[in-house]
């Protein structure tokens, strides 16, 4: 739940009011993205949890789609929307903001791709079978997860913690008729009192898929494998240890919308955990973990017709961290402290192979093995009253970044003469949060300061071509620290069978980092239009309101709907690239005796507040149309679970802002999902 004042960013520093004209909407099933309870006298984080989980068998039966694809998942949130390169590895932004401005994680553990063209976000090295949830905090209600100006994502992990379950287990396939698509998963897990163990495995495969009216879309494949364990051991009643190994692997993966595809993006993630329910005095749930994981990630382009000249553009990441956690409860007072800390190696490269097998090959860092330290603290007190709470937190943050290769030094120093090697920044975070109670209205209104330090593609980045606008980038190690102050606004009426909300935020965005045209510089990529360097512009503004509703028609019926509209604009006024235009969901969900049903609507309008500038276009409105059928059957005291679906049920043809280069997006789909689960 955000806000609902529509404050519209105008020219300059100028603001005007505008009351958020919002009807009528649609949001996804509150199962798929469900409210911390409005009725706790606790504060409201603005939050969402979209829960994943297959394990718990109600929530599997009342997914629309219960073996989609993360991304897919993702989406289905009110706060998240997915910039799409292809069928594969969306990219997410929160609040118009794309993943440099988000902290994502992994159950806590920070993980960072490997691709300077961001084909590999950290979602993609997860998958729906090894999360339980996905944790959505908004703005600075994400600083618990790390540094941030949009919002922070916490993908977390699905675990037995010592249920007295025994032996369980599932077998679960999946295909989908417009790209072939088949997933195959299983798992096996025991759990008692002392001791659980969880293993999982899936293998998705997918064919090229085809767009509204049948049009085949090239280079749109990909295969997956995802396999994770995850295991617990009581030392004592109040005392445990855990270990976690996830293996992720895709290759002869596709990008329609880009120049180049992928051959292989493997992650390997690994931690252990202390856990300690009581420690002293009021001091609980202490966890502390140590965490590493390392990624490789390979473009390339041996598979493309016509390239006027093949290259590999292979790309590293090693991360290891730590975090440690506890709460502190007093009669008013609930504090959660955290401290935490990472260290990552990020290195990059490009090999470019002459058609004229005499010629030397020609080779380039384009990120040239930037080593980053960040050490943060994180704290928090949710202050109780009589039917109202306030939220005060903080992050406080030692970041660096330390240019470990001479050769990759020396190349950016063409650039800059004068530059360090070693760049050190103290990151600062605030936010307060207030929620009172009238009735049957909550009201929750907050504001909020944050800082994050630029991107290694921001800050190091040597020569990456972007596809979109058609330009090569090249990093500016010395840009200021991008620092933002928002503002969040939300009305919430709710009753037992009707709820509505109105929600707003404003974010206004100092020294905003973008790429802007150096005329003075020759492009590297063939066909590029020129040169951009990432700069700090003095600031931009960024407004969202959405306004959702649900209403419980019977027992077995339920509607829910959202409806938002979006804005973006820098200091000289001109649009940001990639807001969104307005956009609604609308769905009708049915669950009784073992049967369940959804008809859904998901659409938008005219993109008119593009930026050509940036590579955008207009985007035409559209409007499609999706339908599923489930049933749940009992076979000797076991779980057969079958669900049909059809997506685009009309089969149109349609883009939206968040497809690259306008690539069209899925057509006509059928699915079936079976699922058979051991209890």
């Not at 794309?98 to 490997?114: N, Y």
């Not at 009192?193 to 990909?222: C, M, P």
């Not at 855990?242 to 692997?249: H, K, S």
């Not at 991008?482 to 069978?497: Q, Y």
Request: proline share 3%; charged share 20%.
């Amino acid at each position: 739940m955000k806000a609902f004042i529509s404050v519209f960013p105008v020219k300059g520093m100028r603001m005007g009011c505008v009351l958020g004209v919002v009807l009528c909407g649609i949001l996804t099933s509150h199962v798929n993205a469900q409210e911390y309870p409005a009725d706790s006298l606790k504060l409201i984080n603005l939050n969402e949890v979209i829960v994943i989980s297959t394990a718990k068998q109600l929530d599997h039966q009342k997914q629309r789609k219960p073996l989609s694809t993360l991304d897919q998942f993702l989406e289905s949130s009110r706060s998240i929307k997915m910039v799409k390169r292809g069928a594969y590895a969306w990219e997410p932004t929160m609040n118009d903001m794309a993943s440099e401005r988000l902290a994502v994680t992994i159950d806590g553990m920070q993980i960072f791709g490997a691709c300077t063209d961001k084909m590999d976000p950290i979602t993609s090295y997860v998958d729906v079978s090894n999360l339980s949830e996905a944790q959505i905090g908004s703005g600075q209600q994400g600083a618990a997860f790390g540094n941030t100006i949009g919002g922070g994502i916490n993908l977390k992990l699905d675990k037995s913690n010592f249920k007295s379950t025994g032996w369980t287990g599932s077998l679960e396939s999946d295909f989908e008729s417009n790209n072939a698509m088949r997933v195959f998963g299983g798992e096996l897990n025991y759990s008692d009192k002392q001791f659980y163990l969880n293993t999982d495995a899936i293998y998705r495969k997918a064919d090229n898929y085809s767009a509204g009216g049948d049009e085949e879309v090239q280079f749109s494949q990909f295969e997956k494998y995802n396999f994770s364990v995850n295991a617990g051991y009581k030392l004592a009643e109040d005392k445990s240890v855990a270990a976690t190994l996830i293996y992720d692997e895709a290759k002869d993966v596709g990008y329609p919308a880009l120049t180049m595809d992928v051959s292989l993006a493997r992650a390997v993630i690994g931690s252990v955990s202390f856990n300690q329910d009581t420690l002293f005095g009021n001091l609980s749930n202490w966890e502390s973990k140590l965490y590493y994981n390392t990624i490789k990630h390979t473009m390339d382009d041996t598979k493309r017709p016509d390239v006027p000249i093949h290259m590999d553009m292979p790309g590293w990441s090693e991360t290891a961290g730590f975090y440690s956690q506890a709460n502190f409860n007093s009669a008013q007072n609930h504090f959660f402290f955290k401290v935490d800390g990472f260290y990552n190696k990020s290195y990059a490269e490009m090999t470019m192979y002459p058609n004229n097998s005499n010629e030397p090959l020609m080779f380039m860092l384009t990120w040239p093995d930037v080593r980053t330290k960040d050490v943060g603290f994180y704290a928090e007190d949710h202050i109780q009253f009589k039917k109202a709470s306030l939220k005060l937190s903080t992050r406080l943050a030692y970041h660096s970044n330390t240019i470990a290769d001479d050769f990759g030094l020396n190349s950016l120093k063409i650039f800059y003469p004068e530059m360090q090697k070693t760049n050190t920044r103290f990151l600062k975070s605030f936010s307060v949060q207030y929620h009172d109670m009238w009735k049957d209205f909550h009201f929750n209104t907050g504001v909020s300061y944050g800082e994050r330090a630029p991107s290694v593609s921001e800050g190091y980045g040597f020569y990456l071509f972007n596809s979109f606008d058609n330009h090569d980038y090249i990093g500016d190690p010395g840009l200021n620290t991008e620092s933002s102050t928002d503002v969040n606004l939300s009305v919430t009426f709710k009753k037992p069978i009707f709820e509505i909300a109105a929600t707003a935020n404003y974010f206004h965005i100092y020294n905003y980092i973008i790429g802007v045209v150096d005329s003075s510089l020759s492009t590297m990529t063939i066909g590029a239009e020129g040169v951009k360097i990432y700069t700090n512009l003095a600031y931009a503004q960024l407004f969202n309101t959405s306004l959702s509703g649900r209403y419980n028609i019977s027992n077995a019926f339920k509607w829910t709907g959202q409806i938002s509209y979006h804005r973006g604009i820098d200091n000289d006024g001109e649009n940001l690239p990639l807001i969104s235009p307005v956009s609604y969901r609308s769905a009708i969900d049915f669950y009784k005796n073992q049967f369940s049903a959804s008809l859904s609507v998901d659409g938008a309008g005219e993109q008119t507040n593009y930026n050509a500038a940036y590579g955008e276009t207009k985007t035409a409105a559209y409007a499609t149309l999706s339908a599923s059928f489930g049933k749940r059957f009992f076979v000797n005291e076991n779980d057969l679970f079958v669900k049909v679906g059809i997506e685009n049920l009309l089969d149109t043809k349609y883009s939206s802002y968040t497809d690259w280069n306008n690539i069209p997006r899925m057509g006509r789909n059928f699915y079936l999902t079976i699922s058979y689960s051991i209890n």
